[in-house]
């Protein structure tokens, strides 16, 4: 990737950043040609994808330039309407850059299904005909969805788990079946599956099946990534690198120790992978509701990631989550602009997109955490949502640029400051 072109990018036209990524043989002609024709879904596509379909509700698509992970150097579509979040994921990504970059690790790719059986006669003799006949329940299981064992997944692994009766609710007898989904998301090869051993694990245990279903804490696909960062990146004006290394640290010790806190530093993580998960054309809400439940799982809501000091004074950043995206299948092969992502970001499989995506992450909160404790996070945010106070004043075209600079200087950034400012500018 030739990053020359990337020289201020933020400050090209739409049309310039366009031609910059042509430059850089990171787009073709044709997706410069896609980008430039507005890149609606055709009445037919939208109309198939969801029941009652009326319009279509655009969010920009941005890039996050400079992202190393693994080697390897991405730009990154991201699609989110809060103003900072490109910005950060991109200044992040340059820093920990010249830091060597991101280095990833993941788990197989393996989803879970869940079979629930209430009214279990004798739960230890169901679990040992579960136990015993667990070979006949994963061939059931792969016989309902053969392709997948076609394309080198299936059904691998079969394990039981028991759930006592609470005041609210009666024992529950739930067989967890391991699924290599290879490179789809899984949901329908899981559900499917798990339907289909229903009625056998009913025999085997004597039990009535609730249901049959795919988990979305995929605790058995996890995605990794750490990064290293000497101090002299950190340093900023008035504070040194070991400064704010150590409030750094600090800042994600208050997350790991007070939930209130865990929230929101968890939910600026989820402003970067939620931008790339949704431009890939992935279910962010699965990845919303399995984070949040692995951020739990010590029985207190903590922070995802973690911020240390290396023997040798770096500053040491991880960030491991349940990762279960998809890189075929579902919307990600029929949204056009999911397929541009694809073709943007040039990976070559999920695996590499999880990497990509759980690197974003970490990025994210790095560039939050710094922000925070050092100047602040305002003084960014609003800089960065002065445009979208100009526009909401009622500003258009060259209005909204000027508008915008004049409320940067502005001691109080609001909505009534840029319609006096827009008033005055127009009638100057
Ligand atoms: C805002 O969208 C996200 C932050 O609040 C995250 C954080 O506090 O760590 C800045």
Redesign the pocket.
Known sequence: MDTSYFSKFYKKTRLEKIQALLDANILTEEDKQFLTQAPLLSDELANSMVENQLTQYALPLGVALNLMVDGKEYAVPMVTE?P??IA?ASSAAKTIAQAGGFDTTSTKRRMIGQVALTAVPDTTHAQKQLKLHKKDVLNKANQAHPSIVKRGGGADEVMVRFIEATEKSPEFLVVHVYIDVQEAMGANIVNTMMEAIAPYLEMLTGGKVLMGILSNYATECLATAACRIPVDLLKREGLSGETVRDRLIE?AQF?YADPY?AV??????M?GIDAVVLASGNDWRAIEAGAHAYAARSGQYRALSNWEKADNGDLLGSLTLPMPIGFVGGSITIHPTAQFSQRLLSVKNAKELESVIVSVGLG??FA??K??VTEG?QKG?MGLQAKSLAISAGATDHWIELVADELKKAPHMNLETAKTLLNKIKNK
């Open positions: 809060e900072s979040v950060a800042a997350a806190r929101t530093h968890n939910k600026g993580i402003n994210q909160n939050a955490l922000a925070l996070i945010h």
